[in-house]
Nanobody, 115 residues
């Protein structure tokens, strides 16, 4: 059974960058669509980026042009490169399949954008 562990979050100033990683305990090659979600305090969890097995990507309008999702099936890892970060990007970030599967939700990684 695959487990997903997110890492790479932290405190960054507005305009800064972070790279998140999602390491899977098993193969993700057979998982077609994977994505990064985030949940800010008091808000519902939202999907911000998704990638198919063939590499097709889609982004929420709020992050388009700033975030880049990638996957390395050989390393069983999903990435999210976040540039030009804004305070409104502050949230806990999670990876999961799209749509999300309950047993795959992990602890997430906190991203805080603040001066």
């Amino acid at each position: 059974q695959v487990q997903l562990v997110e890492s790479g979050g932290g405190l960054v100033q507005p305009g800064g960058s972070l790279r998140l990683s999602c390491a899977a305990s098993g193969s993700i090659r057979s998982i077609n669509v994977m994505g990064w979600y985030r949940q800010a305090p008091g808000k519902q969890r939202e999907l911000v980026a998704r990638i198919t097995g063939s590499g097709t990507t889609n982004y929420a309008d709020s992050v388009k042009g700033r975030f880049t999702i990638a996957r390395d099936n050989a390393k069983n890892t999903l990435y999210l490169q976040m540039n030009s970060l804004k305070p409104e990007d502050t949230a806990v970030y999670y990876c999961n399949t799209v749509p999300g599967i309950g047993r795959f939700w992990g602890q997430g990684t906190q991203v805080t954008v603040s001066s």
